[in-house]
Every structure is written in C-alpha cells, then in structure tokens.
C-alpha cells in the first residue's frame, strides 16, 4: 500500500509539471491545451486531496513531502497565487485606472457613474461598451471629463484626452484596441484599450447556445479541423495589438480583457515583456471571470518601461460578466 501512494504522489506531481509546460509551451496550438487553459484549475488539486488522509496514518508520513510540493506547485504557477508585497510604496504622482468590461452595458447608467466615482477613477477603460458609458459619464461629477467612444470601446478621463483610434485587425466586434494618448501628472501616456476575439469557439462556449448545440458545434468543428483557423486568428489579431503598443512615443499603458488566462503562450509571447500591475503590486487570485465565482484572470493593467505598479484590487461586483479592475500607477 505504502508502495502504491508513493506512486500516486509522484505521478500527480509530475503530472502538475507536466501541465506547467503544456500552457506555455503548446498553450493554442492544440484546442486540447485551450480547454486545459480556461477550465477550472481547481480540479487539479483533487489527486491530492484524496491522497492526504493514507499518507497521513503512521509510517506513511514522508509521503506527505510530495503531496506537499505538489500543493504548492498547484497554488503558485497552476492557479497564478500571489503573495501580498511588503515594500512601501514610493511617494510622487499616481494616476487610478479603472479597467471594466461592461458586457454591453448591463449595469445601466446609474450603476456605471457610480463605480468610476466610488474607485476614484483617474482614468477609465471599458470594453464591450454602449452608449449608456457615455451616458453615464456625462451627468453630475464628470464635469470637464473626456469621454470617447470607438467601436467597443469606451476611454473616459479627468485629463486632456489628445487623440483615439480603433486599432489592430479586426473581428465581428471590430478592432480589438482603442489607443489613445492622455496628457496625465505622469506624463504623456500611450494607452491601449484591449480586448481581442476569445477563444469561445475553441473551446465549446459559443454565448446562447444550450449544453446538446454547443456539443453538436464543437464535434462538427472538431471534424472539420476548424480549431485551428479559430487560433490562428486570435493569433494574427493579438499580434497586431502588440504590434501597435511596440509603435508608441510615450510610456505605455495597456488595459481591459486580454481574454488570456494566466499561463497562456499569447500572452507570454506578445504580452511578456510589459509588467503586470497585479503581479507587481496586487496578491491573491486576481481572478475575474465569470463574475459571480470567477476562476480566469481575464482582465489585467500592464506597463511599460518608465511606468510603476502602486496597488491593484479586483472589485467584488456581479452584474456583468467580468469584475472591474482597479491598478493605481505611479513613475
């Protein structure tokens, strides 16, 4: 029996490992990993669970080391924990980023005006936009704010707005960037309003469909091979906002639903190289998607070079699909 649990252990430890590599090493390229990527990761841990009461009896105890390490492999690199950070932060301006995915709107003008007041928002980003953003953001206590809208998405700001454009090749939602440039205390900032296509369709999650017609969608495409023309676009499509941020004049800011989940092979190859407000500043999960018990880091804030992580915090709000994010940045 001892025998038998030492090998169990083991094999749940490598087969952790061996996950770790699949995400960023073959990440999109195989619909089997996509699924493996937004699937909730905490399955993984059951092995363990299961193993933990024999390896605890007597005589069965160092079982336990690799029941332990797994542990910490499954909350680190397979679900993204992270630590609280002790350092203080440096003084200077800050700017307040809100980052909301609004699912077109479903919190109605009232319930928009009062997150980007309640956050203190700086600057706010929405994805999935409508009109009711503008709406929102035109009445009382947004006196002298810019707000612009293209496709999408929505860019509102306390500071002098300078210019928007619809960025990146487009989808059925249009382009999947706005890029704006503000003129804000930290200087003048490039900011990039992101959310490419997702991978939806890869994975059997097609929006008003029920369980028997997305299972009858995805074994139709699944036989037709069409997975890979699904990837491939989402590919060319985040390639090309990466492409447009590697053409900024100021320090850049980047924002919204990247639609990748921690792990990803996208977003470590064309997003890798920008810092991540939540992994510089923030601690826990960070999940936000599905809102109401989210298990995908979805949304995120990055920075380039010149630009620092102050705080990050995941806002405890249900109504559209994602949870509002808020990253405060300093220089």
């Given amino acids: 029996m001892r025998a038998l649990l030492w090998a169990a252990a083991l094999l749940w430890l490598i087969m952790l490992?061996?996950?770790?590599?699949?995400?960023?090493?073959v990440g999109e390229a195989a619909w089997q990993v996509v699924l493996l990527l937004y699937l909730p990761r905490h399955l993984w841990l059951l092995p363990g669970l299961l193993l933990l009461w024999p390896a605890s009896r007597r005589g069965r105890r160092r079982i336990l080391l690799p029941l332990g390490a797994g542990f910490l492999l499954w909350l680190f690199p397979v679900m993204g924990f992270v630590l609280p950070h002790l350092t203080t932060p440096a003084g200077g301006p800050r700017v307040r980023v809100l980052s909301f995915n609004t699912s077109h709107?479903?919190?109605?003008v009232d319930g928009l005006r009062a997150l980007v007041l309640q956050t203190r928002a700086d600057i706010a980003l929405?994805?999935?936009?409508s009109h009711l953003v503008d709406e929102a953001l035109s009445g009382p206590g947004f006196e002298g704010w810019s707000v612009q809208r293209r496709g999408q998405f929505t860019i509102a700001t306390r500071y002098p707005l300078l210019s928007m454009e619809?960025?990146?090749?487009?989808?059925g939602s249009g382009p999947p960037c706005a890029h704006a440039v503000i003129d804000t205390p930290l200087g003048t900032l490039d900011v990039f309003n992101i959310r490419p296509q997702s991978a939806r369709e890869e994975i059997g999650a097609k929006r008003n469909q029920g369980l028997r017609q997305r299972l009858r969608d995805f074994i139709t495409d699944e036989r037709a091979d069409r997975f890979a023309g699904h990837a491939s676009f989402r590919e060319q499509q985040i390639r090309s906002i990466a492409e447009a941020i590697r053409k900024a004049t100021h320090p850049i800011l980047v924002g919204g639903d990247t639609n990748l989940p921690g792990s990803s092979l996208f977003l470590r190859k064309y997003f890798g190289s920008l810092q991540d407000v939540f992994a510089e500043s923030g601690w826990g999960f960070g999940y936000t998607h599905p809102a109401k018990l989210p298990w995908l880091r979805l949304d995120r804030v990055l920075l380039g070079p010149g630009l620092r992580a102050v705080?990050?915090?995941v806002?405890?709000?249900?109504?559209?699909?994602?949870?509002?994010?808020?990253a405060e940045i300093g220089r």
């Fill in 315 to 326: 806002l405890a709000r249900h109504v559209a699909g994602h949870r509002p994010i808020v």
């Fill in 17 to 25: 490992g061996a996950l770790l590599l699949l995400f960023p090493y």
């Fill in 311 to 313: 705080s990050f915090e």
């Fill in 126 to 129: 929405f994805q999935w936009t």
């Fill in 166 to 171: 619809g960025v990146g090749l487009p989808s």
């Fill in 105 to 108: 709107a479903v919190d109605g």
